[in-house]
């Protein structure tokens, strides 16, 4: 009765039906939201209602059409409305967001539920149901532990977006959708040759990067390799001169086993190359292209294993989850299905980890409603800055960045042009890098405003739906990362201020940049004379200080790191004892202070 992942196609079993539609009364008769007082399910009823329901599945089947294959399509109609719960499921376009007779599903949080004016414990209760409720259709395969996401099957004869609807009415999921199968948002390609001789041949055949002043951010950074660019996408060439010295290895989120395990990341259908080399094709190396980044490196996610480049929408939050959870700090995805429910939930999954999602907007001139505060949503911009003909666009567009004729890697070591959103968003994905190289200390909402405030306004004057507030200025945004960066002023304290010998203290320090290490020092005759400590290759304005007065530690998120001491007795006490706590990466003392110690009482 499992129907695989394989063509998830709903077949016909004959003499199955009435045995599978009562399974699905059972499953429909679940849906019935209880109140907080009434948590018992009658037997009796159970089996009313779901003879019930059978005969009523039973009659609906045998009204269905039926194609000459022999399998039962189901409703196109579209059921459910914008809700408090998360986005309708929209209607099927076909190319762009296809019906695979899934439905993705993701429970809510019980903080969530309390938040809403459950109490502690029925907020317990219901994420309980509404996990079980699910238990008889799972793609065990699919089920995301974190956060409950799940990707189930629709009961036979039934249609996933009516489905998708009864749950989300139920109150106790997140979001519920089809799983939809997606496509690249690749308009077209072809091939291009070399016609400057520049280090990367191809350079000033790059419009994009000139109309993004990426020349201006790469007298800044050319890219910090720390921060990692994953393209989740068809895959790469991962002998590509352009891509190879700084990928990283990957993972296969359509099979759920990574790179290091056996899991394929070649490209089935080239798209995901040609993302790759638009956010971090190396620059500056004598070959083809650069990316916005030269030195970024970047992880391949492969979403597929079509040669069409279709993937489920349920394999490619699994991807943006599993980059997220695998050091990825930025995260590009240029596929269609942008204004699906489950992608903002990927997103807000991402950037609780630290990590910004970049999705394409899509490419068929349609109207995007809503908003993914999540996920920096990117439609299309041309060669005169004007937006694309074929470019999404709506309230969900966040910004613009070049999508016409973009030069850049193609598979077997080629170079072509391409349209589409597909190239834009990495674009801006490297963009995002770019900003986190400039200033390493910026969270990621601090980097989405550095973005965002950096671009230029260049369609109508202020935020419009074609290219949300203007289009992507890499130059001017690294320019201004400095502008959100936290200013930290460390200082010490000690407490008791003049502890008495014997007796334990602490030495705290505030202020601090968080993931710091920090080492304490300390010297009894005050700062005249500076030295230099081996350990840290740091100099201390302290005279003969001593060794380390506590190990070294870590800033906690708050700033702030403490030592417990305790003062020895000592032969002749001293006027004051001086405390110095230095930053291990930094070759400067981050404060001194002065503590005056009591004799042993």
Not at 251 to 279: F, I, K, L, P
Not at 284 to 307: C, E, F, K, P, Q
Not at 499 to 513: E, M
Request: aromatic share 8%; with cysteine.
């Amino acid at each position: 009765m499992l129907i695989g992942r394989i063509g998830r196609s709903r077949i016909n079993l004959g003499g199955w039906i009435l045995f599978d539609s009562m399974k699905c009364s059972d499953a429909l008769r679940k849906l019935v939201v209880p109140s907080e007082n009434d948590r018992t399910d009658g037997l009796a009823g159970r089996w009313v209602f779901g003879m019930i329901v059978g005969l009523a599945v039973l009659v609906v089947l045998s009204a269905g059409s039926t194609e000459a294959n022999g399998q039962t399509t189901g409703s196109s109609t579209w059921v459910g409305t914008r809700g408090a719960w998360g986005l309708a499921p929209g209607r099927p376009i076909v190319g762009v967001r296809e019906s695979s007779g899934y439905v993705t599903v993701q429970p809510k949080a019980v903080e969530r539920m309390v938040a809403e004016g459950s109490t502690a414990s029925f907020a317990g209760y219901r994420r309980r149901r509404a996990v079980a409720r699910l238990a008889g259709y799972r793609v065990t395969a699919l089920e995301h532990g974190p956060t409950g996401r799940q990707v189930i099957r629709v009961p036979f004869g039934y249609d996933e977006q009516l489905a998708a609807a009864e749950l989300m009415a139920t109150g106790d999921y997140e979001f519920a959708e089809p799983d939809w199968i997606v496509y690249p948002d690749a308009i077209f390609q072809e091939p291009q040759q070399p016609t400057a001789t520049p280090d990367d041949p191809y350079f000033y055949n790059q419009w994009q990067l000139e109309a993004m002043n990426c020349e201006a951010a790469w007298s800044t950074t050319t890219g910090d390799p720390s921060f990692v660019v994953a393209i989740c996408d068809t895959g790469i060439d991962e002998t590509h001169p352009d891509l190879a010295a700084n990928r990283l290895t990957g993972y296969n989120a359509a099979d759920g086993v990574t790179e290091a395990e056996g899991g394929a990341v070649s490209d089935v259908q080239g798209h995901g190359t040609m993302t790759a080399g638009c956010a971090a094709a190396i620059g500056n190396n004598g070959v083809g292209v650069s990316g916005t980044g030269w030195d970024l490196r970047h992880m391949t996610v492969r979403v597929t294993n079509a040669s069409s480049g279709a993937a489920y929408m349920s394999d490619l939050t699994a991807a943006v989850m599993w980059a997220a959870d695998n050091g990825a700090r930025v995260i590009n995805v240029s596929y269609s299905g942008v204004d699906s429910a489950a992608v903002q939930a990927a997103g807000a999954y991402a950037r609780q980890r630290g990590a910004l999602v970049v999705w394409a907007a899509g490419n068929e001139a349609r109207y995007l409603e809503g908003d993914h505060p999540d996920v920096i949503v990117v439609a299309a911009t041309d060669e005169n800055d004007a937006p694309a003909s074929f470019s999404n666009y709506g309230p969900l567009v966040d910004c613009a960045a070049p999508g016409v004729r973009i030069v850049t890697t193609g598979r077997g070591g080629t170079y072509v042009s391409a349209s589409g959103t597909s190239f834009s968003a990495p674009l801006t994905a490297g963009a995002c890098a770019m900003i986190w190289s400039a200033q390493s200390d910026l969270t990621p909402d601090d980097v989405e405003q550095a973005l965002l405030a950096g671009a230029d306004d260049v369609y109508t004057p202020g935020r419009d739906d074609h290219t949300g507030v203007g289009r992507v200025n890499v130059g001017e945004s690294v320019n201004r990362a400095g502008e959100w960066a936290p200013i930290y002023e460390p200082y010490l304290t000690v407490t008791p201020s003049s502890p008495v010998v014997g007796t334990w203290f602490y030495v705290t320090l505030g202020g601090a940049r968080p993931g710091d290490r920090v080492g304490l020092f300390y010297g009894t005759h005050g700062t005249v004379e500076p030295r230099v400590v081996a350990r840290y290759g740091v100099t201390l304005d302290l005279r003969q200080p001593r060794i380390v007065a506590g190990r070294a530690i870590t800033v906690n998120d708050n700033g702030q790191a403490a030592w417990r001491l305790r003062l020895r007795k000592m032969r002749r006490l001293p006027a004051g004892i001086w405390f110095q706590a230095v930053q291990a990466h930094d070759d400067y003392a981050s404060t001194v202070v002065k503590m005056t110690p009591q004799p042993d009482q």
